[in-house]
């Protein structure tokens, strides 16, 4: 019964190489996002969705494209790996959006590029 | 522009002894604060957050916090700490205005028996 799920939990690719991340909230939240933390440990919005439609879109490189099938899920496909994409990415939902409601977050996929 | 500062990448404190870890924000208006903690190979998990009023929150897992506005700042303190509180700690800010945290860097913690 776990209420924020991702897949794969870890994933090692070659560079130039295109990949999905999947996740998906059983908590019936309205919003879900996804979060990048890099070698240092800072942790980065990247998207936000609001009942599938895009609310948050960070300056991001646009190799990565989130797709939010419907409100449970919300994938993140990167194409083109590089090795600064090398991180661990964070999926989070929250019941609605804004910074009142609390953020369930994710095990995250640590993604390796060789 | 918004920041938030974790002065200390790592504290090693001795179970049952008490722990504070430093938080400094930067941002222009009343800032939502939060802590988060995130076990080994876990997700982060909400600890407390403050958004107005008693400037002294309290969280699950016996932690609070102290939200004191002239220091820009929101410490985390615990009396007595476990061996199960060893994790990473997150300092994040947000406010009215935007709808994202920002987050530090984190401190990690180790607790020794």
């Known amino acids: 019964d776990t209420a924020v799920s991702q897949t794969p939990k870890y994933l090692v690719t070659q560079m130039g190489n295109d990949k999905s991340i999947k996740c998906e909230q059983n908590?019936?939240?309205?919003?879900m996002y996804w979060y990048k933390q890099d070698s240092k440990k800072f942790l980065k919005i990247m998207f936000s969705?609001?009942?599938?439609?895009?609310?948050i879109n960070e300056t991001v490189p646009n190799r990565f494209s989130p797709k939010s099938p419907d409100k449970a899920h919300l994938n993140l496909h990167i194409n083109s790996l590089e090795l600064g994409d090398s991180a661990v990415y964070f999926c989070?939902?929250?019941?609605?959006?804004?910074?009142?409601?609390?953020?369930?977050f994710g095990p995250g996929t640590r993604l390796t590029v060789l | 522009a918004q920041s938030v500062t974790q002065p200390d990448i790592h504290i090693t404190v001795s179970e049952g002894a008490s722990l504070e870890l430093r938080c400094n924000y930067s941002?222009?208006?009343?800032?939502?604060l939060f802590w988060y903690v995130q076990s080994p190979g876990q997700g982060l998990q909400l600890l407390l957050k403050?958004?107005?009023?008693?400037?002294l929150v309290q969280g699950i897992k016996g932690f609070e916090a102290e939200f004191k506005r002239s220091q820009s700042s929101f410490n985390l303190r615990k009396p007595s700490v476990h061996w199960s509180d060893a994790a990473e700690y997150f300092c994040?800010?947000?406010?009215?205005?935007?709808?994202?945290?920002?987050f530090g860097s984190g401190t990690k913690l180790n607790v020794k028996p």
């Open positions: 969705y609001n009942n599938k439609e895009l609310i």
């Open positions: 941002y222009g208006a009343t800032p939502y």
């Open positions: 403050y958004f107005s009023g008693d400037t």
């Open positions: 994040a800010v947000g406010g009215r205005n935007f709808n994202k945290f920002y």
């Open positions: 989070a939902s929250s019941r609605i959006a804004g910074m009142t409601d609390t953020q369930y």
């Open positions: 908590l019936g939240h309205d919003t």
